[in-house]
């Protein structure tokens, strides 16, 4: 599976952001799908994660505190693209944003977790100033 973002770049606080991540290949094996962050200095954190169309229970989506309320994970099935609209952003989402897959038929016991995942993409820039 090769996971493709696009989306990032510069933009002023109290502005907006739309990034998308397209799956490729065997994208029948996706459960959940989503984005991580990492600011210079920083781990790498889960932002906003959601079950896709592919997985066999409820599509649930997950968010980080710090997002809720501006973050908005959505899933175009038809695509196999997931979305996540970004508004009322601050300097503190300036972060690379990394797009994530996990495989398997079951829920992940910690989806906010990288280590559940195992496809990424490359990244994409976000710097909000």
């Known amino acids: 599976v090769q996971l493709v973002e696009s989306g990032g770049g510069l933009v002023q606080p109290g502005g907006s952001l739309n990034l998308s991540c397209a799956a490729i290949?065997?994208?029948?094996?996706?459960?959940?799908m989503g984005w991580f962050r990492q600011a210079p200095g920083k781990e790498r954190e889960g932002v906003a994660v959601?079950?896709?169309?592919?997985?066999?229970?409820?599509?649930?989506?997950y968010y980080a505190d710090s997002v809720k309320g501006r973050f908005t994970i959505s899933e175009d099935t038809s695509e196999n693209t997931v979305h996540l609209q970004m508004n009322s952003l601050n300097d503190n989402d300036t972060a690379v944003y990394y797009c994530?897959?996990?495989?398997?038929?079951?829920?992940?016991?910690?989806?906010?977790?990288?280590?559940?995942?195992?496809?990424w993409g490359q990244g994409t820039q976000v710097t909000v100033s």
């Open positions: 994530a897959a996990a495989i398997g038929r079951t829920s992940l016991t910690y989806p906010l977790r990288d280590y559940e995942y195992q496809y």
């Open positions: 290949g065997k994208t029948n094996v996706l459960n959940c």
């Open positions: 959601i079950y896709t169309a592919t997985y066999p229970g409820d599509s649930r989506a």
